[in-house]
């Protein structure tokens, strides 16, 4: 019952995209891949192929690493590639699952840091805002043990980019807790690529890719209609220095 009404909150709190992917189809963003550092070979140990290529979506089932630890991922992507609108549609995306196989809680860095709590009971105070009391009560201690079960719970923290060069050590700090804390909960941290965002070598670097060209079609078609998206978008890829930003939703929409 507590997890049933924890995924009606994120339904609820995650489905009010940004405006454009509000008005775009949301499959779009369950197609964003990353370029990972690493090894196919650590997930499929007959392919030795590396660095993968693969959905961001993927990065939440991976199988736990040898010796039965979780995956930590710092996924890195410029301004305007849609790191927060993505990490939320990811929770909304796995709510919305008949049989979710993981519980994903989403949790603003910034706002840890500030509240000085721990991003289970920040999601229980959340859900509890909007489901109400009764269906939360006992929300928090609910995540801490679903988060012993292994792969059963996937952390995503948006905003390291955001946290100030002051508290950069806090941030850094209170990431590696949470790693030591929960061993075999997958963690994920966004960011974008500025120099105090670094971790430590157990958080592995995934970079958001551009957006491909039939994806910056769709949306600029949803967004302005089909006809009008298309021709805009053709006219766009021929002017000089714009070819390569269309990649990047934000400036393609701007």
Not at 15 to 23: A, I, M, S, V, W
Not at 39 to 48: K, M
Not at 214 to 227: D, I, K, M, V
Request: glycine letters at 6%.
């Amino acid at each position: 019952r507590v997890l049933a009404a924890y995924g009606q909150f994120s339904k609820t709190a995650h489905n009010q995209l940004t405006l454009f992917f509000q008005h775009s189809d949301k499959a779009l963003l369950s197609e964003v891949f990353v370029r990972t550092d690493l090894a196919l070979s650590q997930v499929t140990p007959e392919d030795d192929a590396a660095p993968p290529t693969l959905p961001l979506r993927d990065l939440l089932a991976l199988p736990l690493r040898q010796g039965g630890e979780a995956h930590r991922f710092l996924v890195i992507g410029e301004p305007g590639a849609g790191k927060t609108t993505i990490a939320r549609h990811l929770v909304y995306e796995q709510a919305c699952s008949n049989w979710p196989a993981f519980v994903v809680v989403f949790a603003s860095l910034p706002r840890l840091l500030h509240d000085k709590r721990h991003p289970f009971d920040l999601a229980a105070d959340s859900a509890r805002a909007v489901v109400g009391p009764v269906d939360t009560e006992g929300l928090s201690p609910t995540l801490f043990h679903c988060a012993r079960q292994p792969g059963r719970v996937v952390l995503l923290l948006d905003g390291l980019d955001e946290v100030s060069l002051a508290d950069a050590n806090e941030a850094r700090q209170v990431i590696a807790g949470y790693a030591a804390e929960l061993p075999t909960v997958q963690i994920i941290v966004f960011s974008r690529p500025i120099s105090h965002t670094n971790l430590d070598r157990t958080y592995v670097r995934a970079t958001l890719l551009r957006l491909p060209p039939e994806s910056q079609q769709r949306l600029l078609g949803n967004w302005l209609g089909q006809e009008h998206g298309i021709r805009l978008w053709r006219r766009l890829r021929d002017l000089p220095g714009l070819h390569d930003l269309l990649g990047n939703p934000l400036i393609l929409t701007v």
